[in-house]
C-alpha cells in the first residue's frame, strides 16, 4: 500500500473511531494494549476456577444468615428449623408423597416362611415395602426372637454393600463393622435397605447410581432423595410396627449410608436418634465427590453441622472412622473420589455443630466417638452403645455372637438389586412423561392476551430462570478494563482480539471483526457469533471448519460487525469442573457465562460505530444452548439464532429410552437441576419473546430426530403467531445437511431483523 492509500484509510478509520490518534496502531479506541500472553482462553478457564473457588469460601462465610435459631423452647427451636428444612427436602428432590401406612411384606415363595437366616437372638426375613409412587423399598428385616423389640432401626449400608453382607449372612464386612447384626443382636428390630451400588448393571462405563442420578436430576428429583423416601418409609413401619408411638426409632449408616442417615434424620422429626458414620466432615470438595452426590445449592445453607442442627434436640452419634475410599476413572461418566474424612476435620465440622445449638437447654445429645484414630472399623463398640442408649437407655449392647446361619436358597442380591433400579429409571420415567403437563402448570401465571400483559407476566419467570435455573452470582460487574490488540487484516475486515474484565478473576475474552468500508458516523448492526462444544473464539472466523464455515467471517463480509467470545466450554475436564464446582452453590457455568455476555454487550453498545438496538445472536451447537440461555437474560440482544441444538431439550437429557439421549454421553455435566418442571426451550423461547427468534436444523443433525425439534418448535412458532400476533417474528429453517452453520435462511434473517441490506443477488 502506498503512502497516499496509507493516509487515506489512516484518516477513514480515524473518522469512524476505529484508530484514535495518538494511540498504538493495534489497539481499539478507548482500550489498552493487549498484552497477555499465551493460551488466553486457558487463563479464563484458570480465573473461573479460582472465582468458583472463593465464591465457596464466601458461601461457607454468609451461611449463617439463613439460620435464626429460637432456643426459647423445644416447639421454638423446632419451627426456626422449618424453612431449611423445608428447603433441604427441595434440594434433594423430595418431593413425590411417601406411601401411608406402609405396610412392609416378607418375600417368599409359595409355602415359604420368608426366613433367610437366624443369628444370636434374631431371625432374618427378605422384606419389601411400598415407599413412593410405584417404588419399593427392598432389603432385610432382622426381628428379634422370643422377645419385644427395644428399639427400631434403619441400618443402611454403604452403595458398595448389600444387606446380607451387614447382617452377617454372606462374606464381606468384617464381623465387627456389621452394626446391623449387633443392634439386632442387642434387642432391635433392623430394617437394612438395599442401597443402589456404583456397578454399571446397565450402561458400560458408567455407575449405575449415576445413570439413575442424571434423568432425576433433570427432573428435579435426585437419587439420594429417591433413597431417603426409601429409608423413612421402613421408618414409618418401624414406629407403626408394634403400635404408634410404641417403639422409639433411629437411623443408622456408613459411607453413602452415613450420607442417607444424617440426611433421613435431619428431615424426619420422628427419628429419635441418628448415627453416621465414615460420611460426616466438610463439605466443600462436593464437587470432587461422585456425581450423584452433587445437589444444586447445598453449600448455600448447609454444610454437615447444619444438618446436625436440623437433627437437634435429638441425638446424634458421629462416629470417626474409616470410610470408604475409591476413585472413579472419566470414562462415560463423571470422575469422582471419596476419601475418609481427616480425622481433624471431623473434629472441627463437629465442633461446629456444636456451636450452632449451644443454645438448647438441655444441651444437644451430640456424640462424637473415633475409632482407631478416625482410621479404624466403622460400627465400634463405642458407637454402638452411644445410639442404643439414645435409643433404649436402659439396654446394653449385647455380646458379639456366632457368625449367623443363611437359611434356605442363596440370596440373589443382583436380582434385588436390578429390580431396585428398574423401579427408580421407571418412576423418572414417567415423570419425563408427566414433565409437560407439569411445566404447563407452572407456566399458568403468563398472560398473553396482550403485548403488554406478556410482558408484565413474562418477567417474573425471566427473574425465576436466573435465579433458580441459571443462578445469579449477586456480584456487580468490574468496570470492562478493555484491552485489545489487532489479529487479522483482511481484504474487508480487521480483526481484533479483545480482553474484559467481568468479575474479579473472570475476564471475557472474543474476536471483534469489523468492515473496513465504515463510512464516517454511521453505526452497525452486531452479530454474536457463538461456537460450540471445545470450540475456539478463531473457529468462527478463520480455518473453514465443517461446522462454522468462518460464519463470522461470512458475516463480517456482508457488512455485519461480529463478535465472536470465547465460551468457557473447553479443556474436558477442567470446564465440567466449573459446573461441578458451581452446582453446589446453586450455580452453573451460564451463572459466568451470561455476566461475561452482559459485559462484552454493554461495552459493544458504547463503540461509536455500533448501533446499540441491533446487536444479535447466533450460536451453534453448545452455542445453540448458549442462545436459548443468554438472551432471555441479556436483553441487550435483539434477536436470538439457535442452530444445531434445538429440541426437546428435557427428553434429550432425562430419557433413558431414546439413542439420542445425553444419559449415554460423557458430557456429565450438561444436566441441569429441575428444567422438567420449569423450562424447556419452548419456555425458553418465550423469555426471549417477543424479539425475533430462529431456529437452524439439519435434517441430519445427530442432536435430535426431526420430529422432537418440530414437536418443540410447535409450541413456540404457537406463542409467537397464535398467541402474540407475531408472525415474521419467529422462524425455523430445515435443510439437507448435518451439524452445521447452513448461513442460508438465518443470513436472510439477519438481514432483515437487524434492518442491513442484504448483498443482492449473486
Not at 344 to 356: K, N, S, T, W
Request: hydrophobic share 40%.
Amino acid at each position: 500500500m502506498n503512502t497516499t492509500s496509507f493516509c487515506r484509510r489512516l484518516a477513514l478509520l480515524v473518522g469512524c473511531g476505529l484508530v484514535a490518534i495518538g494511540s498504538p496502531a493495534q489497539s481499539l479506541p478507548g482500550t489498552r494494549p493487549l498484552e497477555m500472553t499465551g493460551d488466553i482462553a486457558s487463563n479464563l478457564v484458570a480465573g473461573a476456577d479460582r472465582f468458583l473457588q472463593r465464591q465457596t469460601e464466601l458461601a461457607v462465610r454468609n451461611r449463617s444468615h439463613f439460620w435464626h435459631l429460637d432456643f426459647a423452647n423445644p416447639a421454638a427451636y423446632e419451627a426456626s428449623l422449618a424453612t431449611n428444612r423445608q428447603r433441604l427436602a427441595e434440594i434433594l428432590g423430595i418431593r413425590d408423597p411417601r406411601v401411608s401406612p406402609v405396610a412392609l411384606q416378607v418375600t417368599a415363595a409359595p409355602g415359604d416362611t420368608g426366613l433367610v437366616g437366624r443369628g444370636a437372638g434374631f431371625e432374618a426375613f427378605a422384606v419389601s415395602w411400598p415407599a413412593f409412587g410405584d417404588v419399593r423399598g427392598e432389603g432385610l428385616l432382622l426381628r428379634p426372637a422370643g422377645r419385644a423389640p427395644v428399639a427400631g432401626v434403619v441400618a443402611i449400608p454403604d452403595a458398595g454393600q448389600t444387606p446380607e453382607q451387614l447382617a452377617g449372612l454372606a462374606p464381606g464386612i468384617a464381623p465387627e463393622s456389621q452394626f446391623a447384626r449387633r443392634l439386632a443382636e442387642s434387642g432391635c428390630q433392623v430394617v437394612i435397605p438395599c442401597v443402589i451400588s456404583r456397578g454399571n448393571d446397565r450402561v458400560p462405563a458408567l455407575s449405575n447410581r449415576e445413570f439413575l442420578y442424571r434423568p432425576a436430576y433433570e427432573l428435579g428429583r435426585q437419587l439420594i432423595g429417591y433413597e431417603i423416601q426409601k429409608v423413612l418409609a421402613a421408618a414409618d413401619w418401624l414406629a407403626a410396627a408394634n403400635g404408634p408411638g410404641a417403639l422409639p426409632v433411629g437411623v443408622m449408616g456408613w459411607g453413602e449410608g452415613g450420607l442417607l442417615a444424617a440426611y433421613s434424620a435431619a428431615l424426619e422429626p420422628r427419628l429419635r436418634a441418628a448415627c453416621v458414620s465414615g460420611f460426616f466432615g466438610s463439605r466443600e470438595d462436593l464437587w470432587r465427590q461422585p456425581v450423584d452426590r452433587n445437589v444444586f445449592g447445598l453449600l448455600e445453607r448447609f454444610g454437615d453441622a447444619e444438618i446436625a442442627a436440623l437433627i437437634a434436640p435429638r441425638g446424634l452419634v458421629i462416629e470417626a472412622a474409616r470410610g470408604p475410599e475409591f476413585i472413579l476413572p472419566q470414562r462415560n461418566g463423571a470422575p469422582g473420589r471419596l476419601v475418609s474424612p481427616p480425622l481433624g476435620e471431623v473434629r472441627a465440622e463437629f465442633a461446629r455443630a456444636r456451636a450452632l445449638v449451644a443454645g438448647l437447654a438441655p444441651p444437644a445429645p451430640f456424640s462424637l466417638v473415633e475409632s482407631g484414630a478416625g482410621a479404624g472399623p466403622y460400627g465400634s463398640e463405642p458407637t454402638l452403645t452411644a445410639l442404643l442408649q439414645l435409643l433404649a437407655p436402659t439396654s446394653a449392647l449385647a455380646p458379639s455372637g456366632p457368625t449367623p446361619t443363611p437359611i434356605g436358597p442363596p440370596a440373589a442380591p443382583a436380582e434385588r438389586a436390578a429390580r431396585q433400579l428398574h423401579e427408580l429409571d421407571r418412576h423418572s420415567q414417567n415423570l419425563l412423561i408427566e414433565s409437560p403437563f407439569t411445566r404447563q402448570k407452572y407456566f399458568a401465571q403468563l398472560d398473553t392476551k396482550t403485548p403488554e400483559k406478556f410482558r408484565a407476566t413474562v418477567a417474573p419467570y425471566r427473574e425465576r430462570f436466573y435465579r433458580d435455573v441459571i443462578g445469579r452470582f449477586p456480584d456487580p460487574l468490574l468496570p470492562p478494563n478493555v484491552q485489545s490488540r489487532r489479529l487479522y487484516d483482511r481484504t474487508n475486515w480487521t480483526g481484533h482480539e479483545v480482553v474484559m474484565d467481568v468479575f474479579p478473576d473472570l475476564i471475557a475474552y472474543g474476536i471483534l471483526l469489523v468492515p473496513k468500508d465504515l463510512r464516517p458516523g454511521e453505526r452497525r448492526p452486531v452479530v454474536v457469533c457463538q461456537h460450540g462444544l471445545e470450540g475456539r473464539a478463531q473457529d468462527v472466523v478463520t480455518g473453514d471448519l465443517a461446522a462454522y464455515h468462518d460464519f463470522a467471517a461470512r458475516l463480517c463480509d456482508r457488512g455485519f460487525i461480529t463478535f465472536a467470545p470465547q465460551n468457557l466450554y473447553l479443556f474436558t475436564d477442567r470446564f465440567r469442573a466449573l459446573q461441578r464446582r458451581a452446582n453446589p452453590l446453586g450455580k452453573t457455568l451460564y451463572s459466568l457465562i451470561v455476566p461475561q455476555h452482559q459485559q462484552i454487550t454493554d461495552w459493544l453498545k458504547t463503540l461509536p460505530f455500533v448501533d446499540p438496538a441491533r446487536i444479535g445472536f447466533y450460536g451453534l451447537s453448545y452455542g445453540g444452548k448458549t442462545a436459548m440461555r443468554v438472551p432471555p437474560l441479556v436483553t441487550n440482544y435483539c434477536l436470538s439464532i439457535c442452530s444445531a441444538d434445538f429440541n426437546d431439550w428435557v427428553w434429550k437429557n432425562a430419557s433413558t429410552r431414546s439413542p439420542y439421549s445425553y444419559t449415554w454421553n460423557s458430557e456429565y455435566e450438561i444436566f441441569e437441576w429441575d428444567l422438567g418442571s420449569t423450562f424447556n426451550y419452548a419456555e425458553m423461547a418465550a423469555l426471549i419473546a417477543p424479539r425475533p427468534f430462529m431456529v437452524e436444523r439439519g435434517h441430519f443433525d445427530g442432536v435430535a430426530p426431526d420430529e422432537t425439534v418440530a414437536y418443540e418448535f410447535a409450541k413456540v412458532r404457537y406463542l409467537y403467531e397464535a398467541r402474540l400476533g407475531l408472525r415474521d417474528q419467529c422462524a425455523i429453517e430445515w435443510f439437507t445437511g448435518p451439524h452445521t452453520i447452513n448461513g442460508r435462511g438465518t443470513f436472510d434473517f439477519l438481514h432483515r431483523h437487524l434492518n442491513w441490506p442484504g448483498p443482492g443477488p449473486p
